[in-house]
């Protein structure tokens, strides 16, 4: 939590540029959605999901979440 904010949970993951966001989301992701895949890119991560969008437009970051 951070001391300075009260009665809210921060996150402790990097906030992604809204540029970034708008992009996936212009893609048909959802903004929660965008916001991962955004994020994935800047920190070139690979992304463990089961929804079918994300593994659809991130071929190279997402993972199945049912592969073997």
């Given at each position: 939590r951070d001391k300075l904010v009260t009665g809210v949970q921060t996150c402790a993951l990097p906030i992604s540029s809204l540029d970034d966001v708008a992009r996936w989301a212009s893609r048909g992701l959802s903004a929660y959605?965008?916001?991962?895949?955004?994020?994935?890119?800047?920190?070139?991560?690979?992304?463990?999901?089961?929804?079918?969008?994300?593994?659809?437009?991130?071929?190279?970051?997402?993972?199945?979440?049912f592969s073997r």
């Open positions: 959605d965008a916001g991962y895949a955004a994020l994935a890119e800047e920190t070139d991560s690979r992304l463990l999901t089961h929804d079918a969008d994300l593994l659809a437009l991130l071929p190279d970051r997402a993972i199945s979440a």
